[in-house]
C-alpha cells in the first residue's frame, strides 16, 4: 500500500459546499472547463512555467472524460467517513508521500498519517504540489521502486 497525497479525515462542511457548487455547475462542458481552470489548476502543479504541458495534458484528459466522470470523481471524496480510527491497524509497509506544497492535502496531513500508522516512511517531494508522478518524475518512481 502507498499513500500519495492523500486524507483518512471526511471533508469539511466547507470543503463539501466546494464539491456540492463544482458538482451543480459542471453542465454544460464550458463550465467545466472553467471549474478546472479556475478552481483545480491552480493546486495542481507548483511551477507552471516548468509544467505547463503537464497542465495541458490533464485539461485534455479530463476534458475528454466529461462532466458524468467529473462527477463521480468529486462524490467519494464529499461523502467519505474519517478513517484516522483505523490507521493504527494498518500492519504493512506503507510509504506516504505528498508534494512540499501541496495545498488540499499539506505536509502536516502527511506528518500526521506518518505518525498514527506503525511501519512508514514519509516522503516529501521538493518543490513540487499535488501531480508530483508527472511534476517530479524520478524521486516518485524511486519511492514506488520497493513495489516491484
Known sequence: MVLMDTSPNSDS??????????IETVNPQSDLVRILAQE????CIYDR???????KLCMI?????????????CLPFRNRQ???GTLSFIDCKTPVF???YHKLCPVTLHK??????????????????YLRILEK????IKILAFLS
Open 13 to 22: 462542511a466547507q470543503r463539501q459546499a466546494v464539491r456540492n457548487k463544482q
Open 40 to 43: 483545480l489548476k491552480p493546486n
Open 49 to 55: 512555467s516548468l509544467n505547463e504541458h503537464v497542465m
Open 61 to 73: 484528459m479530463a476534458i475528454d472524460l466529461g462532466c458524468k466522470i467529473f462527477s463521480n470523481n
Open 82 to 84: 474519517s478513517l484516522t
Open 98 to 100: 505528498c508534494g512540499e
Open 112 to 129: 500526521e498519517l506518518d505518525a498514527k500508522i506503525s511501519d512508514t516512511e514519509l516522503s516529501i517531494i521538493l518543490i513540487c504540489r
Open 137 to 140: 518524475t524520478k524521486p516518485s
